[in-house]
Structures are given as structure tokens and as C-alpha cells.
């Protein structure tokens, strides 16, 4: 499965994010340090409303006073996405208690084949609190121009397809404010160090 770059696809360096440092700074507060890109200020996911794996149309704003990392991908995915996942389970360990302050989300970029039943069968093998988001392919298709995420069909040999998607985690202050974007390899040290300091901020 090709994944195309966070840097390259999303190019999320902003100048808000500069802006919004440079607005702290000037008010004599440090700036927390991200492992990840800090994209404060962007808005990204602001438009998400998707029905999850129990059937629950969910938005940022159910998950106030939380972290969340929002994740594309698919079930049917034969690395990057297992990987992340099992990444994201690991994280969840070391934050010990905090991560009951922390939802996963993961958006299906195949809706086609990735039902309700399939995606809860598929994240909560990670992580039970893990939450599998779906929909039409409209609505999908939404989710991901909020976060200026891409995904496209590409077809296989054998007449089936995969899918092409950013591999990314975007993480979501306690507010359902977009902060950071880090890459799939960041791993799970510079994760968990990121989602604490999004944490001590409330």
C-alpha cells in the first residue's frame, strides 16, 4: 500500500501555527514542545460528524475534556494501519490512568466494505475504548476534507482494490482543537510524550 507523506499531502506548517507561537511568546508564556508538528490554530476536523461502530453520530465536541487522536485507514489495510493500531495500544499502556483522558478514533477511508460490525470488531481487538467511525461515502468524504486528509481506491491486479490514504495522527486538545500532526513513525515514545503535554494543558 503506497502512504503518502503527512509533509508532502498536508503541508500543514502554517503560518497560524507561527503566528499563534509567535502571539505566545509575545505574552512571555513558553510554548509547549511537540515531537509532532504543531498546527494550532487550523481548525482541522471541525466538520466531522460520522456515525461510530455502535451506531452513534459523533463530533469533536462529544469528547470534551479529552485528547483525541484521529487516525485514517481501513480494516482491509495489510500494514500501516494494523501497525498504528497496535502503536496506539501500546501508547494508551504507558499512559496508564491518563488514558482514560484520551479517545482513538479511527476513520474508515472504505466505507464500501468497512461496516459498523466490521470496524468494532477490528479497532476494539486493539483497545476496547478504541471507536471505529464510519458512513456514507459522502460523509466520509466530508470527515476527510475537514482534515485535509486524502484517500483514493487503487485498484489491484486481481480486480480488487486497496486503498491509498494519509498516514498521520492528528491530536485534538481537550477543547476538540486541532494541535498536532505527527507522522506514523513517530512512535510510541514521542506519541505518549505528545498526548501528556496536551493534557497538562486541561
Do not use: W
Request: one cysteine or more; proline letters at 5%; glycine letters at 8%.
Amino acid at each position: 500500500m503506497s502512504v503518502f507523506s503527512a509533509s508532502r499531502r498536508l503541508a500543514l506548517r502554517l503560518g497560524v501555527a507561527a503566528a499563534f507561537t509567535a502571539a505566545l511568546a509575545a505574552c512571555g508564556e513558553s510554548p509547549p514542545v511537540f515531537k509532532g508538528s504543531d498546527i494550532s490554530g487550523t481548525q482541522l476536523g471541525r466538520a466531522m460528524e460520522l456515525p461510530d461502530h455502535n451506531g452513534k453520530t459523533r463530533q469533536l465536541s462529544d469528547f470534551a475534556g479529552k485528547v483525541v487522536v484521529v487516525f485514517f485507514g481501513f480494516t482491509q489495510c495489510p500494514d500501516v494501519c494494523p501497525t498504528s493500531l497496535a502503536e496506539l495500544t501500546e501508547v494508551m499502556k504507558k499512559l496508564g490512568p491518563d488514558a482514560d483522558r484520551v479517545q482513538v478514533l479511527l476513520i474508515t477511508v472504505d466505507p464500501e466494505r468497512d461496516t459498523p460490525e466490521v470496524l468494532k470488531q477490528y479497532v476494539t481487538a486493539f483497545d476496547p475504548r478504541f471507536l471505529g467511525l464510519t458512513g456514507t461515502p459522502d460523509q466520509v468524504k466530508k470527515a476527510a476534507a475537514s482534515f485535509k486528509a486524502y484517500y483514493a481506491k487503487a485498484p489491484t491486479k486481481d480486480g480488487n482494490y486497496t486503498m491509498d490514504h494519509t498516514a498521520a495522527f492528528y491530536l485534538l486538545d481537550g477543547k476538540g482543537e486541532s494541535r498536532i500532526l505527527a507522522n506514523n513513525n513517530i512512535g510510541v515514545d514521542a506519541l505518549t510524550q505528545d498526548i501528556q503535554a496536551l493534557l497538562k494543558q486541561g
